[in-house]
């Protein structure tokens, strides 16, 4: 049992000091060894299936990413992660997959993007303010499809966003022109670039 416990232990602290049932199960521990560390006070349950130790933070970010394992931040919450903007989402989004049901996603307060096409286009990891990584679209991706009508995105959150990504002096032109062909908003791409030039 303390081998079993000294284990599961190990395994949370190399985790980033969290657990899912589902790492739980595939490692083969014990869920009554799980639940008498609850119990005991050695782990906490914050969402149904996460659990950590008792002096970790496990972000609000990663608890949606776990509840909808298919969402990629997107949009305004994805500049965020990408340090494009300063404003911290009052509402996260996410997209999604056509066919999706969005009544859950609605009710745990994020704002769902349906895509037809393009959903697995441009997905990476990106660490949380709380260290657990989550899924966001890579930010010459989120730079341009903010600019796409249909989300009527603020051109004052664009525009610094767009200048903060060419301050890093890392502009990469040839993934912003592929967005921007299968975004269909070359022009504004475009004239996005040539201010900042």
Not at 32 to 44: C, W
Not at 91 to 103: D, L, Q
Not at 172 to 187: C, G, I, Q, T
């Amino acid at each position: 049992m303390i081998d079993a416990k000294k284990e599961i232990c190990d395994f949370i602290k190399e985790n980033g000091g969290f657990i899912t049932y589902l790492q739980m199960k595939n490692s083969g521990f014990s869920y009554s060894l799980l639940a008498k560390m609850l119990e005991n006070h050695e782990l906490e349950k914050d969402e149904r299936g996460i659990y950590r130790l008792p002096n970790v933070y496990v972000d609000e970010y990663y608890i949606l990413q776990y509840r909808f394992p298919r969402g990629v931040f997107s949009l305004e919450t994805a500049l965020w992660f990408h340090d494009l903007s300063l404003t911290v989402p009052f509402e996260p989004v996410m997209s999604f997959p056509f066919g999706t049901n969005t009544k859950m996603i609605k009710a745990a307060g994020i704002r769902p993007v349906i895509l037809r096409r393009n959903y697995d286009v441009g997905i990476v990891k990106i660490k949380t303010p709380g260290g657990q990584k989550v899924r966001v679209y890579e930010a010459e991706r989120t730079l341009v499809e903010c600019l796409r009508p249909t989300y009527k995105i603020d051109v004052q959150v664009i525009a610094p966003a767009f200048k903060i990504y060419s301050s890093r002096g890392k502009i990469d032109y040839s993934k912003l022109h592929k967005y921007a062909s299968l975004f269909k908003v070359e022009k504004k791409v475009q004239s996005y670039l040539e201010v900042l030039e």
